[in-house]
């Protein structure tokens, strides 16, 4: 295995756009970027990236690892996901998730799978517990999960939905506090991660929490784009200085996930409050008079999709951010999301199509000329 990788000529990203750069990685860390490097390591492989675009590895901060699903009982239980479906969707960093079933997909499956992925070569992270209030947890306490299990960046409950438990205005404060307090006590924020429905209860519940001295930062809405006056409650959440998640895959009422981030900053959201997730490996029941009557699985891969749909539209520099400097800004996780010097290797190339051509995580080469170089353990 290389000692470290030496990218010349890359059309960097960053993600904002530098032009033509050298980027020297050692073990898992970029050591340099610059116009020209030039250095004699033992060990480095050089890779000539010209006519190639170099971005930060996308990070998702919302996928079903263990699969989601089960609303129509134990067959439909979506799939666990695969390692190789991070890397050819160019994803180097994601936040595992539970769903609807806490019986049988448990959150010490979910923490366990979460550590086998990044074992496997990605960095994970997970939310703990899922539609449920109280939340579920492994500790039995939200405040020792954050100070026990380092991979816990705070807690998911489900709101407006009628799979969820409908807790009070109070009881949302509640565990926004243990979020809060426990995130003092381990030394980082933790966030209260809150998969929204169809009915528009949340963000007037938000607001309250707010008016009653809660920090903004600590709540952390998705699928905000699904419903119309859902949406319009989280564009002026983003506007109050709240961070909001739309979903690239599942749909979105007004159209695509890519649809929808322009919607948002044509009304006055900011960019740098505005992140995506795939919602990979959830289900997406239908549903008629309240039964279900059809399933589909959410894809990782529509990160991409949309990345390319949104570069389109708006230009690759601003549609990276919602998938890079933006989530990872917001997560308090200041080694992801930016390609220069310190920061962790996670280096996606892709071509003028941006369609991935490698890709690193941490440093470590998973994808070559498109094709999948390290897989999950039992995929080979």
């Excluded at 050692?26 to 390591?41: A, C, F, M, P, Q």
């Amino acid at each position: 295995m290389p000692t470290g990788y030496l990218l010349r000529k890359a059309d960097l990203f960053c993600p904002e756009h530098l032009g033509k750069r050298d980027i020297l990685v050692i073990g898992e860390k970029i050591l340099l970027v610059d116009e020209i490097i030039d250095v004699k390591v033992p060990g480095l492989e050089v890779i000539d990236l010209a006519g190639l675009t170099v971005t930060p590895g996308l990070f998702d901060q919302h996928i079903h690892v263990l699969g989601g699903g089960g609303e129509g009982g134990p067959v439909t239980r979506a799939p666990e996901l695969n390692f190789s479906e991070l890397v050819q969707a160019g994803i180097t960093g994601f936040v595992g998730v539970c769903g609807t079933d806490s019986e049988t997909r448990p959150i010490e499956a979910l923490l366990a799978k979460v550590r086998a992925l990044t074992k496997e070569g990605a960095s994970g992270w997970m939310w703990t517990s899922n539609y449920r209030y109280p939340p579920t947890t492994i500790t039995g306490d939200v405040r020792k999960e954050l100070l026990t299990i380092p991979e816990c960046l705070g807690v998911k409950i489900a709101m407006g939905d009628h799979r969820g438990s409908f807790p009070t205005t109070h009881e949302v404060l509640r565990v926004l506090s243990d979020c809060r307090v426990g995130g003092m006590i381990c030394g980082h924020d933790a966030y209260l991660h809150v998969h929204l429905g169809d009915i528009p209860v949340a963000f007037p519940a938000f607001l309250k929490c707010v008016d009653m001295g809660m920090p903004i930062k600590h709540i952390r809405p998705t699928h905000v784009a699904r419903q119309k006056e859902v949406f319009a409650q989280a564009i002026d959440f983003a506007k109050a200085g709240g961070w909001i998640d739309i979903t690239t895959s599942g749909g979105n009422y007004m159209g695509e996930a890519a649809d929808a981030y322009v919607m948002a900053l044509k009304e006055g959201a900011p960019a740098n409050r505005i992140t995506f997730s795939s919602d990979g490996h959830g289900s997406m029941p239908r549903w008629r008079d309240g039964e279900m009557v059809g399933m589909t699985i959410c894809k990782v891969s529509d990160n991409l999709e949309q990345l390319q749909k949104l570069a389109g539209m708006i230009g690759l520099e601003k549609a990276l951010l919602p998938l890079t400097r933006t989530v990872t800004e917001a997560l308090c996780l200041n080694t992801k999301g930016t390609v220069e010097a310190g920061k962790d290797a996670d280096i996606l190339v892709m071509d003028k199509n941006l369609k991935p051509v490698h890709l690193f995580m941490r440093g470590k080469q998973v994808m070559k000329d498109s094709e999948v170089i390290v897989k999950g353990t039992f995929e080979e």
